[in-house]
């Protein structure tokens, strides 16, 4: 994937919908980061999690992102240890912001990157997976190209509300280019 710093001008605003597949966006030879923003409520059971399922071609291929914000323990399926274990040092998301809302960002190549709110919380060389299908999951070469990927939450609890997708091609630059004139704004922090 190819990152790129986050522009509200070049990002169009969509809303989640629980389990609802998300086409995965390709142009021109490049992918764009996952883009999406979490809201905290007020008295959340920070112990669930929140998943990103991606899907694959090949039949029942798929990989996951997971979280909970109680102690920011992760999964990435299948690379990790899938028990959200806090004290494994690996499996944990560092200097996670402060702050009810978050914008989150997922890229991956050789490495795959989390960020929130613009800061790197958490890297991972795709060499180095606990498991054999690591790499291959991620890299297009075993699966084929991600298709698409969709939102998983507990109910009440911290949930993913926007997602954003790269404004690209001549009627999103037009698009685009209305925006800066009129100043709407498509994402607040």
Known sequence: LVSSSFSEEDWQPHDVEYEVQIPFER?????????????????????????LIFKYPLWRAWGRLRWREADWAMELYPCTNDNLD??????????????????????????????????????????????????????DSYHGELESWKFRWSEGNTSPVTYYTYLQGKRDREEREERKKKKVPTATL
Not at 27 to 51: G, Y
Not at 102 to 125: D, Y
């Open 27 to 51: 142009d021109d030879n490049k992918t764009w980061p996952i883009r999406f923003k979490t809201v905290t409520p007020e008295n959340a059971d920070a112990s669930q999690e929140i998943s």
């Open 86 to 139: 806090y004290n494994n040092e690996n499996d944990v998301f560092h200097n996670v912001p402060e702050g009810r809302t978050k914008i989150w960002e997922v890229s991956w190549g050789e490495t795959f990157t989390i960020k929130c709110n613009g800061a790197t919380v958490w890297s991972f060389e795709l060499a180095d997976g606990l498991y054999s299908d690591c790499k291959d999951t991620y890299t």
